[in-house]
């Protein structure tokens, strides 16, 4: 994988995108937000879910999440989260309560001990991530759709004066 082609790619894609840029720029935050929290199976499905009941671009959100969340974001993502979450709930969600599952995992249990593993951890843990994750996406959430909206008011007019020389 060639990673400043895949790269540009997504950045192609991104500002080819068409539509309101108000939309574009929501999606584009909603998109952020959730792409930062830690809760990776449901990227997509609550990405779709917001932004139908929001009115605003799908697209636009399901491109941001995966820009924001991909192979190379999850460790630091998931820290930045347990460390802020560690801070601002009662909770403690240290390493050694994560190494003993990630070792129960690593054994290549069957999928009930898996998940009896990950139930685990408890519910002081689901907290703690995404108070975490909340608190570390939003300054990105309002970063986004700040620099997104003036991205996309400028296509448009690029794209407008364009039309008008043709």
Same mark, same amino acid.
């Given at each position: 994988?060639?990673?400043?082609?895949?790269?540009?790619?997504?950045?192609?894609?991104?500002?080819?995108?068409?539509?309101?840029?108000?939309?574009?720029?929501?999606?584009?935050?909603?998109?952020?937000?959730?792409?930062?929290?830690?809760?990776?199976?449901?990227?997509?499905?609550?990405?779709?879910?917001?932004?139908? =009941?929001?009115?605003?671009?799908? /697209?636009?959100? @399901?491109?941001?999440?995966?820009?924001?969340?991909? +192979? %190379? &974001?999850?460790?630091?993502?998931?820290?930045?989260?347990?460390?802020?979450?560690?801070?601002?709930?009662?909770?403690?969600?240290?390493?050694?309560?994560?190494?003993?599952?990630?070792?129960?995992?690593?054994?290549?249990?069957?999928?009930?001990?898996?998940?009896?593993?990950?139930?685990? =951890?408890?519910?002081?843990?689901? /907290?703690?991530? @995404?108070?975490?994750?909340?608190?570390?996406?939003? +300054? %990105? &959430?309002?970063?986004?759709?700040?620099?997104?909206?003036?991205?996309?008011?400028?296509?448009?007019?690029?794209?407008?004066?364009?039309?008008?020389?043709?």
């Amino acid at each position: 994988m060639n990673l400043k082609r895949t790269s540009r790619y997504y950045y192609l894609k991104f500002l080819r995108m068409k539509g309101d840029p108000q939309s574009l720029a929501w999606g584009t935050a909603i998109g952020t937000f959730f792409g930062i929290t830690p809760i990776i199976p449901f990227h997509t499905l609550i990405n779709l879910i917001v932004t139908f =009941l929001t009115r605003t671009s799908t /697209i636009a959100a @399901l491109l941001a999440s995966l820009i924001v969340c991909n +192979p %190379f &974001t999850y460790v630091p993502q998931y820290y930045l989260s347990t460390v802020i979450g560690n801070f601002i709930t009662p909770y403690d969600f240290n390493w050694e309560r994560i190494k003993s599952v990630l070792d129960i995992l690593l054994a290549k249990p069957g999928f009930l001990e898996s998940l009896q593993a990950l139930a685990g =951890l408890g519910y002081e843990a689901v /907290i703690v991530l @995404l108070a975490g994750g909340s608190v570390l996406a939003l +300054p %990105f &959430t309002i970063a986004s759709y700040f620099f997104s909206l003036r991205l996309f008011i400028k296509i448009r007019e690029r794209r407008r004066e364009k039309h008008i020389l043709n």
